[in-house]
């Protein structure tokens, strides 16, 4: 071993104060730059993990959401589908209810057309009788007249 000591050159003096030396410096390196670095690392890790979970969470929630909206958009469209069929048969009642208030009107302006038309009838029977009636007293009187007038 003594050969191998002489051939390199090797003091065991140099050799225990360079082990002494990288001791304090690795005990140096690890409690200034190593331990906060780990400790660093494992924050930076931590900040990650939670920004993923939290991009997770709003995934969910966004598909929570949507679902959530369309099932809203389809109840809207239901209802809205519902109200206007709604108003369709209202409007549908109201067209035949008005077209049957319609009928009866018509048929009661009928009506009293037929009993104008019979009043007026009855008035122009009765207005041509008293017509005919004078027009004979006025006959019979110009014959009584004419006749009284040959007699004389």
Do not use: C
């Amino acid at each position: 071993m003594e050969s191998i000591i002489s051939t390199f050159h090797i003091d065991w003096k140099i050799i225990v104060a360079q082990a002494v030396n990288f001791g304090i410096v690795f005990v140096v390196l690890y409690l200034f730059a190593l331990k906060p670095l780990t400790k660093l690392m494992a924050e930076r890790a931590e900040k990650i993990g939670k920004g993923v979970d939290d991009a997770k969470k709003n995934e969910a929630m966004l598909k929570a959401t949507k679902a959530e909206y369309d099932e809203m958009l389809a109840k809207a469209r239901v209802e809205a589908n519902k109200i206007f069929q709604e108003g369709k048969k209202e409007g549908e009642i109201k067209k035949s209810e008005m077209i049957e208030k319609g009928k009866v009107e018509l048929a009661s302006m009928i009506e009293n057309g037929k009993k104008a038309m019979q009043a007026d009838k009855v008035k122009a029977v009765e207005d041509a009788r008293k017509e005919i009636a004078s027009l004979a007293i006025l006959a019979a009187e110009k014959i009584m007249t004419d006749k009284n007038k040959q007699n004389k």
